[in-house]
């Protein structure tokens, strides 16, 4: 199994900075893919940066420039380094893991997602 764990949202002003912290845990064999996904109220899911095994990255249009996705694993953490926060970016994120464990079957985990509210 495959466990992630989100940290580091909160209620933050518009125009500061936040980074959020994704742990995964658990007996796989890959983890070929991390990402950021956020879902606000009233709209849809989106995704909002992602970077796999190889390091390329995707980031959305809305926060390119503002967000950069790091993916640390060897202590298998992804984080999302946050500036220029806007209200737009008010929503629960949630962190994606993707990958496969050791008999090959494939996975795709979810955190159980953090809160960033920005204020203006």
């Known amino acids: 199994q495959v466990q992630l764990v989100e940290s580091g949202g909160g209620l933050v002003q518009s125009g500061v900075s936040l980074t959020l912290s994704c742990t995964a845990s658990g007996s796989f064999f890959s983890m070929n893919g991390m990402g950021w996904y956020r879902h606000a109220p009233g709209k849809e899911r989106e995704l909002v940066a992602s970077k796999n095994s190889g390091g390329g990255t995707n980031y959305a249009d809305s926060v390119k420039g503002r967000f950069t996705i790091v993916r640390d694993n060897a202590m298998n953490t992804l984080y999302l380094q946050m500036s220029s926060l806007k209200t737009e970016d008010t929503a629960v994120y949630y962190c994606?893991?993707?990958?496969?464990?050791?008999?090959?079957?494939?996975?795709?985990?979810w955190g159980q997602g953090t809160q960033v509210t920005v204020s203006s």
């Open positions: 994606n893991a993707v990958g496969y464990y050791s008999d090959y079957s494939r996975y795709d985990a």
